[in-house]
């Protein structure tokens, strides 16, 4: 018998988040089955199996890529490849700085899409970030039409605290579309920015 994890159609990070996931769900199973269609993700998920010491076979199945893993080691706390155990990540106040609607500048369709994954695969870094602050025109991400609603959600179930500019929100007429998260107000992020033992601007 083996473990299922069909990632087909979904673009990076999701597959690795899905297999890391699998892994934690169901630590008695020795074999995995990843099926993906997306060669970056295949790339992403071999990198990973390999830091791991997991066996892996690859076979091509038209579009989609099958890898075959065997889990033969014991996993407690599975991590990115190239990424530090979390035993060795700082604990402290790290908060998360929001000032784009995107991620980086240029195209704004592939920032756009960086910040969904960027946001998405934050929520599998261990130790969480205490605050998210959006602010300028990073305030749109907590409004109901934005496209990484979802994954703030999951942030702010987690735990985070999301503090989202008043000021930003009058300016932009968004209180009444806020959907996550909590107003704020520029002293409060001051303070904030001021007391964090990290702030990283993504």
Do not use: W
Request: one cysteine or more; charged letters at 20%; hydrophobic letters at 40%.
């Amino acid at each position: 018998m083996s473990t299922l994890v069909d990632t087909r159609g979904k673009l990076c990070p999701l597959p690795l988040i899905l297999f890391r996931q699998a892994l934690k769900e169901h630590p008695e199973e020795t074999v995995f089955e990843i099926l993906t269609d997306n060669a970056i993700s295949c790339s992403n998920l071999m990198d990973f199996i390999r830091d791991q010491q997991f066996g892996v076979s690859q076979s091509d199945e038209g579009e989609t890529t099958r890898l075959t893993v065997t889990v033969t080691t014991t996993v407690e706390n599975v991590t990115p490849a190239g990424a530090p155990a979390p035993a060795s990540a700082d604990p402290g106040n790290t908060v998360v700085v929001l000032t784009h609607d995107a991620m980086g500048y240029g195209n704004d369709e592939l920032g756009h899409t960086l910040i969904k994954s960027y946001l998405t695969a934050l929520a599998e870094v261990e130790p969480l970030p205490q605050k998210i602050v959006c602010y300028n025109t990073g305030a749109l991400l907590a409004t109901r039409e934005s496209h990484v609603l979802e994954a703030l959600r999951k942030l702010e179930s987690l735990g985070v605290d999301i503090l989202v500019c008043g000021l930003c929100t009058d300016f932009l007429h968004l209180k009444e579309r806020l959907a996550v998260g909590r107003i704020s107000n520029m002293l409060a992020i001051a303070e904030t920015l001021a007391s964090a033992s990290k702030v990283v601007y993504p």
